[in-house]
């Protein structure tokens, strides 16, 4: 695992973070709803790698609560001022330390030429199979 660290912003640069990210351990996709109305392209990061810079008071959420769960298990961040997603995070307060979700496209210092050999994971969310691609990822 090669750790590169990559810094990260909102569109107007209220928020900003730092990331260890491995590039070439893969990025994700998913045609869950939320997924597929934001076009979200994502990285999941261990919670030691995930610093933020700038902008935590600037960031709200929308939380997510899986069908028969009581507690919300995904949160999504955005900048109040321009609503860009930056990063998410999920299952912070369990036993396995959660993850953080970075938004590919708010890497700010990442060379294209990465990104497009980075390999990509897709996940039928839509259908509660995360396990699994979707038969169609041509939109994803």
Not at 7 to 29: M, P, Q, T
Not at 112 to 125: F, K
């Amino acid at each position: 695992m090669a750790l590169k660290t990559y810094s990260g912003s909102c569109h107007c640069g209220a928020v900003r973070f730092e990331a260890d990210i491995d590039l070439s351990a893969g990025s994700n996709r998913c045609n869950c709803s939320v997924c597929t109305k934001a076009r979200a392209w994502f990285l999941i990061v261990k919670p030691e790698h995930y610093r933020p810079t700038a902008g935590e008071d600037k960031l709200s959420e929308y939380q997510w609560t899986p069908a028969g769960r009581s507690d919300s298990f995904l949160h999504y961040r955005f900048c109040k001022t321009c609503g860009i997603r930056t990063a998410g995070h999920g299952g912070l307060d369990s036993k396995e330390g959660g993850f953080y979700f970075v938004s590919v496209a708010s890497l700010d210092n990442v060379d294209p030429d990465e990104l497009a050999a980075m390999p990509v994971r897709y996940a039928d969310g839509k259908h509660d199979r995360f396990d699994r691609a979707p038969a169609d990822t041509q939109v994803l």
